[in-house]
């Protein structure tokens, strides 16, 4: 689409946008968020760039395949079911590890690899989604 | 709690997700396919032996406690069903490497494939009624995909029915499952059997068993609502058509068979109705699809209403609802699964030989191919049920079964449909594999050979696996019909199924 | 709300299936988004509708704030929400796909002459160079 204020306003938009949808997978871990949430919200940004400079455009901002997107996020969200198994705990139970680095204590987890699992793959299928009708 | 119980579902995970990250490499899905296909059937065959050495296994996934959390149990018929959905797994991974062009290779088949075989093996694994819901979805968007893919005008038209149709009964069942919910407040399939004998309310049980009967119908392709079938499974490649015509209307069968058992008891006073009725559709499925398949003159059309046919059967032996009858049921299950793809793989090579499906421009298979025709006649003779095939101890048990209980008149047409069966098989012995070569057969035809130059025997092989299963199965029958009454009878018992997802009550 | 809830959703039930019933592809898929989100409604209200807390735990303390609502029916509903999204995504694509192929929506004509059944499968005659399987 031809617009100026749509460019000018995508270039800066995009930006915000990815760090509002990485803000709210964050924040996902303890309050209203998640990777849902922020998949919508990442998928959103690379659409309004679609459209606003056109799906090959868009396709080279985003850098990876989005299929390979959704293939990385499948394979995360299994292994992050699979790590209990090495422990002989079933499934998908969630498995915490905390490390304490003095001023960033840091928590990693099961859960939220889960979570970025479910991120890329949203991003992906939607991103897919609208691409392929795009292009049509 | 055993944590092999997540494998079979684990396993075609993980192998769609490496085929979608090499899906540029056709080689490396292929061996992708077959390799996790392989590994399925080996996890398949040890939880095998944990169900037959210490009888149902449950886990809680997420190590929440049963009625909150998902529940993965299984029982005998859960382990029957596994153990032929991984076998049709490897076997349409070989028949795919010749079969499937390198376009739809593209396009993602590889990954849809196991995703496809991850739902069914889902659904038969859950004792979660929602779960229930979302595998089955798992299980639809694969099979819609599979079914497109490749965009002829006839695929389109065939996809367009199958899909709406589909959509819709999912509504269907997620509107019953909102409506156990409403009642019951649980969604555990143990904790449901217990709860919903206590619903005051018979006749909302009643209409809820009913919006199961519909949803699940139009799955399994029933009586009234079967049209859907025969209008599409036969415009996919040969491949797809075997496992949509094998495996996935099964998996709809499965799904009355679990629901009906546990959930809605025929024998309880909430469903008085539902024997007579699952009687007469079993009755009318039965002789309708006989008479659309008689009526037909394409192969794999005559085949698709054949399976509308073979489902009134199962149908029936779960309305005899009596160790002998869903026994039987079971055992027609797994038997149709074999009998059925094989005829659908044998159509397929029948049509690269001759180049088309049509009856009527087919003939001279039996002259030029003897060996296949040969396979053919294992296939459609276990079908309509001649000793000593598999299929002829499936309708025997449940001809036992119906006269056992006195249920003469249904029995009878059981029978005769047997020989209306056979009746439509003489037609396509007939006219494709008798007859004189017609004119416009491709020049290949009769130089070609079977094994050899022309790698026909990549479909060879599976169509030999199958029909050498086919024949073990019927002259030995005693073990699996074993295992279908172990089965049968922990279905009809539903306090060990409760007793081992909730703990002793 | 109670009695409410059902009624609207029964109302566009039947609408979705009024609508599922016209010749045009495009009102069979809006019929079906309909029925779909008149379920989702079905669900959330068979949940029982509730004026609680939100579900959620403060910081510092291990439960929520009693009396809380049922988080159940909403993750019900959202799953299906996600899963009627996908699908639905994929009827709208093989509805154009449909119209673009078959050159038009009107399901009369979409579905007639689908006899030619041997057409769907191009037959491989790559038997002389000894296939490429």
């Known amino acids: 689409m031809k617009s100026l204020i749509l460019h000018t306003a995508t270039r800066l938009m995009i930006g915000v946008l990815v760090l509002f949808s990485l803000f709210l997978f964050f924040r996902g871990h303890d309050e209203p968020g998640g990777g849902f949430i922020g998949g919508l919200v990442g998928a959103g940004a690379f659409t309004l760039y679609a459209i606003a400079f056109g799906t090959e455009a868009s396709r080279k901002v985003l850098r990876v395949h989005p299929i390979t997107l959704i293939a990385i996020g499948l394979l995360s969200l299994v292994v992050s079911g699979l790590i209990p198994m090495f422990v002989a705990e079933p499934f998908l139970t969630g498995k915490w590890l905390f490390i304490e680095w003095g001023a960033f204590d840091t928590k990693l987890s099961t859960p939220l690899l889960f979570d970025i699992g479910v991120y890329l793959c949203v991003v992906g299928f939607i991103v897919t989604v609208i691409f392929s009708l795009e292009e049509e | ?505 | 709300m109670d009695t409410i809830l059902p009624i609207i959703a029964g109302a566009i039930f039947a609408t979705g299936i009024y609508l599922l019933l016209r010749r045009s592809l495009i009102l069979t898929i809006i019929g079906i988004i309909l029925i779909s989100n008149s379920v989702n409604l079905a669900l959330f209200s068979l949940g029982r509708l509730s004026t609680e807390n939100p579900p959620l735990i403060k910081a510092g303390s291990l439960e929520p704030l009693a009396p809380f609502a049922n988080p159940l029916p909403q993750a019900l509903i959202l799953t299906a929400i996600v899963i009627g999204f996908g699908l639905l995504a994929f009827a709208l694509a093989l509805a154009y796909r449909s119209y673009r192929e078959l050159g038009t929506v009107d399901q009369d004509e979409l579905l007639e002459d689908a006899e030619d059944t041997s057409a769907a499968i191009v037959p491989r005659n790559d038997f002389k160079k000894g296939g490429d399987a």
């Open chain 2, 1 to 505: 709690m055993n944590g092999m119980l997540v494998l079979p579902v684990a396993i075609p995970l993980i192998t769609a997700t490496l085929a979608l990250l090499f899906r540029k490499s056709s080689v490396l899905q292929r061996w992708f396919g077959i390799l996790g296909m392989a590994a399925l059937l080996g996890s398949v065959m040890i939880l095998f032996r944990d169900v037959y050495t210490d009888g149902i296994q449950v886990l809680q996934l997420g190590t929440w406690a049963a009625p909150f959390g998902i529940t993965l149990v299984a029982d005998m018929l859960t382990m029957l069903m596994l153990g032929i959905s991984a076998i049709m797994g490897v076997v349409i991974g070989i028949y795919s490497l010749y079969d499937i062009d390198k376009e739809r290779e593209r396009f993602g088949y590889y990954p849809l494939l196991h995703i496809l075989i991850m739902g069914v093996n889902g659904s038969f694994l859950t004792g979660d009624i929602f779960n229930l819901y979302v595998w089955f979805e798992v299980m639809l968007i694969a099979s819609f995909i599979l079914l497109a893919l490749g965009n002829s005008k006839n695929q389109l038209q065939g996809a367009l029915k199958y899909v709406f149709i589909n959509l819709f009964s999912s509504l269907i069942f997620l509107f019953g499952v909102a409506m156990l919910y409403g009642m019951t407040g649980t969604l555990n399939m143990a904790d449901l059997a217990v709860r919903l004998p206590m619903v005051e309310n018979t006749g909302l049980v009643t209409t809820t068993a009913m919006l199961f009967m519909v949803s699940f119908g139009i799955k399994a392709a029933v009586f009234p609502l079967f049209f859907w079938l025969p209008a599409s499974y036969h415009t996919p490649p040969v491949a797809i058509s075997a496992i949509f015509g094998g495996l996935l209307t099964k998996v709809g069968v499965y799904a009355l068979i679990r629901v009906f058992t546990l959930l809605f008891t025929q024998d309880s006073t909430h469903n008085e109705y539902l024997h007579t009725i699952l009687l007469w559709v079993g009755g009318f499925t039965m002789v309708i699809g006989v008479l659309g398949a008689a009526s037909h003159m394409e192969f794999r059309k005559i085949l698709s209403f054949h399976i509308v046919s073979q489902i009134g059967y199962m149908i029936m032996g779960l309305a005899f609802n009596t160790a002998m009858g869903i026994m039987g049921a079971i055992f027609y299950v797994l038997h149709n699964i074999l009998a059925k793809s094989n005829l659908f793989l044998i159509s397929g090579i029948a049509q690269r030989l001759l180049g088309t499906f049509e009856l009527k421009k087919m003939g001279g298979l039996y002259k030029h191919y003897p060996f296949l025709a040969v396979l053919f006649l294992i296939s459609a003779f276990a079908l309509a049920g001649f000793p000593p095939l598999s299929g002829f101890w499936a309708k025997l048990s449940l001809v036992k079964a119906g006269l056992s209980i006195e249920q003469y008149v249904i029995t009878g047409v059981a029978i005769l449909v047997g020989l209306l069966t056979l009746f439509s098989m003489t037609k396509i012995w007939l006219s494709a594999f008798w007859g004189t070569v017609p004119e416009e057969t491709p020049e290949h035809f009769g130089k070609i050979p079977l094994f050899g130059a022309g790698k026909l025997y990549i479909l060879m092989i599976p169509v030999m696996i199958i029909a050498g299963l086919i024949i073990a199965v019927g002259l030995y029958a005693q073990p699996l019909l074993e295992l279908c009454m172990t089965a049968a009878e922990q279905l009809l018992d539903p306090s060990v199924y409760i007793e081992a997802v909730l703990g002793p009550q």
